[in-house]
Structure formats: C-alpha cells, structure tokens
C-alpha cells in the first residue's frame, strides 16, 4: 500500500465513554465486518477468549474508507485501558499519527482521558476531539464540546459529535481521520525497521507479534531480529487483521499487522522493540526500549496448601501472556507456601489475582501489596526491599521510596476533600487547573505506596464517587519510614511485617494488634500481641487463657458422638498453623489480610 493512503490512529477514552461500541460501528460502517458477523463488541472476544484458553482479539484493525473517490486503508489500534501499563499506552501511540479523544457527553473529561492525552500529545499526536453518546437524554454536547475545545486548544465548533449506538456521525469521524491525520511517512529503501506495540500468546499459533513498519519493508519467510536482544527468528507468517488474520507477502512503510515467529513466550517479543531484517539489519532502534518493571509486590499463598503445585502451574501459563509478571516462590510462617509476585501496579496485581481464581479455579490469599524500597546502610551497603519481612537488620541511613506523580479530576465542590486527602497522603501539590467553572484538574506527586494502601476508595467515598485518578511512575524520594514487626508471643508474624512512615507507624501497630486480638482463638495460655520498630513496643493487646476442652460438652455416654467431635476437631487443626507455640487458625489471617 502507498503510504500517502494509510492513516494509523487510535482512540482514548475514559472506561466506559464508549470506545469498543464506536470501534463496532466503524468496523460495520466501512464494511470491514460484513453485517451477518455483526455482534456487540467485536473486538473485546474476551468470553470465547477464556472459553477457549486462545487470544484472538484483535490488537490493530484495517478498515477501508473512501473519501472523495479515493480508497484508504485506516488502521484502528487499540490501547490498554489500565493505569498501570503506561509504557504499553505509550508504545500504542508511538504506532499511531493521530488519535481520536474520545468523551463521554454525560459525562465529561476524567482523570484516565487526560493521561492519555498527555500521552499522545507527547507522541506529536493529531488530535481529534469527539463527543460520544449524544442520543442520551443526559448529554450535554454544548458544554463538554466547549471544555474539551478549551483543554486541546480548538474551537468548540471543531468538536464532533456521534453517537457508537446509532451511528450518527460515525461517518464524518472515518472522514476526518484521513483528512486531518497526516499520513505515516518513511524509507522504503532504509533496512526495515518494525516497532512491536503489543505481543499476544495463542495456543495455536504461539506468540502474536503487533508491529508498526517504520522504514523498509518486513517480507515473509525471511529471517528477522530483535534489536534489543540479537535474537533471530524465521518469520513464519505476516499479515494483516481485516479484522480476520489475513497472510501477505511482507509489510511496507507505515503498515500495521502482525507476525508470528513460533516463540512461545511474549518475552521473546517484547512491547516497545524494534524488529528488522537480520541479513541487512539496521543500527538504530525506532525509539529507546524499556523493560516493564514490578512496582508493586504481594505473597499470593494457596488457601488449601495442597494447591501450590497448580498455583506454580497457572503462574507459569499466565507468563506467557505476561511480561511484566514475575515471581518466586516464597515460605511464610503464617502463610505456607506461596509465591511472591510483582507487577506494574494495584490492577495489574487484581487482574492477576482474580484471572487465577477464576480461570485456574484457586482460592487464594494474597499478602498487603508493598511497594520497592531501596535500603543505604550506614556501613554504605545498599538493599533492595520488595517484602517488608526481609527488611535489612542494623543501622539504616536512608530509605528511598517510589513516587507517582497523579492527576485527580474532580467536581469543584470536592476540591477541598480531595487536597486533604492527599496532604494526609504525603502528596504535595505541583498545580492546579479549572477544565470548565465547576470541574478541577489537581496534580500531585505522592509516594506510590500511599496509592497503593487504600487512596482509590477514599478518594471515591470523599467525592461521592465522582473524582477520577490516574497516575504515572515519577522517580523515588528519601522518606523517615520504618519497618512494623507483628509479634505473637514474642515471635514474629512475617505476613503482618510492614514498611511505614514513622507518623503512621504506631496507627498501623494498633489496628494491625487490635484486629488479631478479636480473631485469634484465646489458648491454654495467656498470649501477648504486640506492635514492634525494632525492639521498641508501640502497641500491645493480650488473648486472655481459656481451657478448652470439647468432651466435657458430652455429659459421659454418647461414644460416636464423641468420636464425632474428636473427627472434627482434628480437622480443625490442619488449617492451624503454628506462630511459635501458638495455634492459630488460618481463617483468623486471611481475615485480618482481607479487612480494609
Ligand atoms: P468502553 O469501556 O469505552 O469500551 O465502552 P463501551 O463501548 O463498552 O460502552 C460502555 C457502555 O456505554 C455500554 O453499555 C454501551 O452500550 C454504552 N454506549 C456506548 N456508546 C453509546 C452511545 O453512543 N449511546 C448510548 N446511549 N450508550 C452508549
Ligand atoms: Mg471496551
């Protein structure tokens, strides 16, 4: 295809504005699906997905669209909507020329859209305002079409308007995105050059590579490289989605497809390299690579320790599919065995979660997600801490933390509540900007482990719902933060160990001995819980002594009865574990993990 008719875009939009219903209606307007495969988002088949254990979602779409006699092929490629996969949004981008902004007409811009934006306005971005939903009796397209020409700097005028439900307007939407996104442009004759935004895994066909050709041309059958890397692969097959996998002879400049090579797993090919010809390969990467790097950790333990095995296997069939996953097996006292996993973020770490119990069928437990922290000693030793429980013993001169730096939208009317909230966060406020009259852009830098605790529901609960964050990694600062040991009888509890900040520290103690004290079981014996910094008590709470005993309940006589309880006291006692030498029920941990 002749670049000068091709045009890479994408959309962003806030969850739920509506991108994957006008991804539909475009696919039908242009008649790349043709009206009897018409179903309800096409391009999210996430059910026959998990069904079938296979991906086969789409991540780049050709459609053609004619304007003024001229056919051009439009490519649609799709950005991850999650906080957490930053690098991925933006290598989504780096493919794209323009991109459509996608807002919803009830309900304004949120926190999610203006990253994104950003994003893209980084990239060099055309930008294409869009109203969706305009068929709602709620929509107020005036007023969002004037608060969105005002942050892009357009005219309101310039805003279009449609609705993905009906369709009106999706077709002055297909025109300007050729008239008004520049065409991709490139070295036909350079060594190729293909930036990878995304690597899927299939059952079938192994990994799914998504490239954009930047210069020269990617030819079926021929041998490539991972520039990153060295690594050579035959390419095995090329093509395009339309939106069905259809095979070509190669991809030329400015084209999107996809390739497959037979590896088998996504960190042979990984988001944001750069693929080229391995005979003639070029010097220079499309842009700089950086590995996805865990952020937050959390120990993911087997409810009913005979399932650690099929844990071990589910986490290594979902790597697959995931490079940012990683993990290590890990032993707790409290716990068991388990795993302790990193991932780019508190979705990231949900996601996984929830995908394990769900399609590999585990009950988990997963510890208090933490943060990275690096350790300087003051002998000049330096650690890296990603599980409180191994937090370096001796003198400490500095801990650093990492940082975010967020963006909150929200009602003026929540102004307030929100900047309270994120002083009591350790957050400090780098600006601030009114969209329209009545809504509020805050941006602040704060310590990633303050968002990780519990920022999102207490920013939900002090707006009534109404705020949106997003945030984006931002460097690590020093921070007076200590290490809270829990002890049961003088022994520690590794599960409950946490890093906080030294203000915050005698808080954590108290709730942390208060919610054990009301769910571990009293003993034979008197058993003093205790908040410990080192060796110094904050906190302390003690299970008074009770003496227990079952068949005194059995008034003589009854032998089965009493076999019966025996039986189910015994069966009591295999989900005890043993802190020491006291009994502790496994329930009472999961509960005292789970509550807020
Ligand atoms: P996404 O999260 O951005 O992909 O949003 P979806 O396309 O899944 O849409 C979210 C919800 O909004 C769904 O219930 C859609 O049916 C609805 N929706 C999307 N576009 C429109 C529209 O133009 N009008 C109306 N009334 N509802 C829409
Ligand atoms: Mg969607």
């Not at 998990?50 to 799709?78: C, F, Y």
């Not at 900047?419 to 009259?437: A, V």
């Not at 015994?570 to 941990?589: I, L, T």
Request: glycine share 8%; with cysteine.
């Amino acid at each position: 295809t002749d670049p000068a008719l091709i045009r890479n875009f994408c959309i962003i939009a806030h969850i739920d504005h509506g991108k994957s219903t006008l991804a539909d209606r475009m696919l039908q307007i242009t008649g790349a699906v043709k009206p009897r495969d018409m179903r309800a988002q096409y391009l999210d088949r996430m059910d026959i997905e998990r069904e079938r254990g296979i991906t086969i979602k789409s991540q780049a779409v050709r459609m053609p669209w004619e304007v003024d006699g001229t056919p051009h092929a439009l490519n649609m490629i799709d950005t991850p909507g999650h906080v957490d996969f930053t690098y991925e949004v933006s290598r989504s981008l780096a493919a794209c020329e323009g991109t459509l902004l996608l807002v919803d007409a009830a309900q304004g811009i949120e926190a999610q859209t203006l990253a994104n934006l950003y994003l893209a306005l980084e990239n060099d971005l055309t930008i294409i305002p869009v109203l969706n939903k305009i068929d709602l009796p709620a929509a107020q397209p005036e007023k969002y079409a004037e608060e969105l020409a005002t942050l892009i700097g357009a005219e309101p005028e310039d805003v279009l308007k449609v609705s993905g439900k009906t369709g009106e307007g999706v077709e002055a939407v297909l025109d300007r995105i050729v008239t008004e996104i520049s065409p991709p442009v490139g070295d036909p004759e350079a060594p190729s050059r293909a930036m990878i935004f995304d690597s899927v895994y299939d059952t079938y066909r192994g990994v799914v590579t998504y490239v954009r050709v930047v210069d020269g041309m990617l030819k079926s059958r021929e041998r490539i490289e991972m520039l990153s890397t060295g690594t050579t692969h035959d390419l095995l097959e090329i093509g395009v989605s339309s939106p069905e996998p259809t095979p070509s002879k190669g991809l030329g400049v400015g084209e999107v497809g996809y390739l497959i090579t037979g590896v088998k797993d996504v960190r042979q090919s990984k988001v944001g390299d750069t693929v080229t010809n391995a005979q003639k390969p070029a010097t220079e990467p499309v842009a700089g690579y950086s590995e996805p790097k865990p952020m937050v950790f959390s120990g993911l333990f087997p409810v009913d320790g005979s399932d650690y095995p099929a844990l071990r296997d589910a986490l290594d069939k979902l790597k697959l599919n995931d490079a940012a996953l990683v993990y290590e097996p890990e032993t707790s006292v409290a716990l068991g065995f388990g795993f302790r996993c990193g991932f780019l973020g508190l979705l990231h770490l949900e996601i996984t979660r929830d995908r394990l119990e769900r399609e590999f069928d585990l009950s988990l437990i997963s510890t208090a997600p933490s943060v990275v922290y690096r350790v300087v000693m003051e002998d000049g030793s330096e650690h890296t801490v990603t599980n409180p429980s191994e937090y370096p013993e001796g003198k400490v001169s500095h801990v650093y933390e990492p940082m975010v730096r967020a963006t909150v939208l929200t009602p003026s009317d929540f102004v307030g509540a929100v900047m309270e909230l994120c002083q009591s966060k350790r957050g400090q406020m780098q600006g601030m900007d009114y969209l329209s009259e009545d809504r509020v852009e805050l941006r602040y830098r704060l310590p990633l482990a303050e968002i990780v605790f519990d920022f999102f529901d207490q920013l939900k609960s002090r707006t009534k719902g109404y705020a949106s964050l997003d945030y984006a990694e931002d460097g690590e600062a020093a921070s007076a933060l200590v290490k809270v040991d829990i002890l049961l009888q003088g022994d520690q509890v590794d599960a409950f160990s946490a890093v906080v900040h030294k203000d915050k520290a005698y808080s954590y103690g108290v709730s942390m001995v208060g919610k054990l004290k009301e769910l571990i079981p009293r003993q034979q014996f008197e058993v003093p819980v205790q908040a410990a910094v080192g060796s110094r008590i904050i906190a302390r709470e003690t299970i008074r002594a009770i003496r227990k005993d079952v068949l005194s309940k059995c008034y003589g006589g009854d032998i089965s009865r009493k076999r019966k309880l025996l039986e189910k006291q015994k069966e009591g006692k295999k989900r005890m574990k043993m802190v020491g030498s006291v009994e502790v029920p496994q329930e009472a941990f999961i509960a005292a993990l789970s509550s807020d």
